[in-house]
């Protein structure tokens, strides 16, 4: 089947230590997306990459980076973490990246900043 | 600016019995898409339908049905004969034409009990 994988799904890194969350994705979609999701919040859109193209949302830290090296595989760093960090966090692909298609999620990857 | 407002926050009903969650928005935009998605304990956000702004037909998929109003900016989803495994939280959310991101309700955390 076809879907999004994310790895791991559960990663514990210690303050300060830089981290980098892995999304693949075997739906050949051109858009993925990186959301963090703070307990009973709702997901926040960090970033997308269209194809190559990155966008970062206007409230994003510096902290956060993303990778997207081919169509498959997306990574978010997150280069110094803080204890305001833990949180899930989600990897979505759309298709051809029109703005009304519907964003497919993987499991999600659970932080945690000791 | 989009919202959208999911007034109640955590639901709890018993078994069998027939639950609606709430979903009003807000957008100036005469284009947009309306999306539910279901996050069960496992963290993962589930599609469960997409709504665009010019069909307003209601719509039914098994045990579960959407109710589309827009002259009251809602979109009200259903669940017939509860069942445990509908335990989840129950995001609504929006995009409008342009912008590459869904913006979320806070969610709904709806609780079945046997």
């Known amino acids: 089947d076809a879907m999004v994988i994310q790895n791991p799904r559960y990663q514990v890194t210690q303050f300060g230590k830089p981290v980098t969350l892995s999304c693949s994705q075997t739906?050949?979609?051109?858009?993925m997306y990186w959301y963090q999701q703070k307990s009973s919040q709702a997901p926040k859109l960090l970033f997308h990459y269209y194809d190559k193209d990155f966008n970062n949302e206007a409230d994003t830290p510096d902290n956060f980076q993303s990778r997207r090296p081919n169509t498959s595989f997306c990574f978010l760093d997150i280069r110094s973490p803080g204890l305001g960090d833990a949180a899930m966090y989600l990897c979505?692909?759309?298709?051809?990246?029109?703005?009304?298609?519907?964003?497919?999620f993987g499991p999600g990857t659970r932080l945690l900043v000791l | 600016a989009q919202k959208v407002t999911q007034a109640q926050t955590e639901i709890s009903v018993v078994e069998k019995e027939d639950v609606t969650l709430d979903c009003v928005y807000e957008?100036?935009?005469?284009?947009?898409?309306l999306f539910w998605y279901k996050q069960p304990p496992s963290g993962e956000l589930v599609f469960l339908i997409r709504r665009n702004s010019f069909d307003e037909q209601n719509e039914i998929s098994g045990r579960y049905s959407w109710n589309f109003q827009k002259s009251t900016s809602s979109f009200n989803f259903t669940i017939t004969a509860s069942q445990v495994v509908d335990s989840a939280v129950y995001f609504c959310a929006v995009t409008i034409q342009g912008a590459q991101k869904l913006v979320f309700g806070q969610g709904t955390r709806l609780t079945i009990n046997p």
């Open positions: 979505a692909t759309s298709g051809d990246g029109n703005w009304e298609e519907t964003q497919y």
């Open positions: 957008t100036r935009d005469t284009t947009y898409y």
């Open positions: 739906l050949n979609h051109n858009v």
